[in-house]
């Protein structure tokens, strides 16, 4: 079992800056591609970027130029840089990652989601 536990959402007010963290533990083998989503109320959950083990970056267009998200490989550590935040950045953000057991299996792990609520 692999635990993802998220840290850093908060309050902000339009146009300022959040950084999450997202940390694996557990029976880690291999941590290949570490994403973040975010699901606002009412809404489906949606892919925001994606970082895979060599650090290929993917983005959301609506994050594009706003967010960056980075890994540290030896921390089993997943970042987002959130700039320029807007009000429809309000969301519960989740992080999630695809382990690769020893045996070659591969399963996708979610975190609890830290919520991110910014005031205009």
């Known amino acids: 079992q692999v635990q993802l536990v998220e840290s850093g959402g908060g309050l902000v007010q339009t146009g300022e800056s959040l950084r999450l963290s997202c940390a694996a533990s557990?029976?880690?083998?291999?941590?290949?591609?570490m994403d973040w989503y975010r699901q606002a109320p009412g809404k489906q959950r949606e892919r925001v970027a994606t970082?895979?083990?060599?650090?290929?970056?993917n983005y959301a267009d609506f994050v594009k130029g706003r967010f960056t998200i980075s890994r540290d490989n030896a921390k089993n550590t997943v970042y987002l840089q959130m700039n320029n935040l807007g009000s429809e950045d309000t969301a519960v953000y989740y992080c999630?990652?695809?382990?690769?057991?020893?045996?070659?299996?591969?399963?996708?792990?979610w975190g609890q989601g830290t919520q991110v609520t910014v005031s205009s």
């Open positions: 999630s990652c695809d382990h690769r057991s020893r045996w070659g299996f591969e399963h996708k792990y």
């Open positions: 557990g029976s880690i083998f291999k941590v290949t591609a």
């Open positions: 970082i895979s083990s060599v650090g290929t970056t």
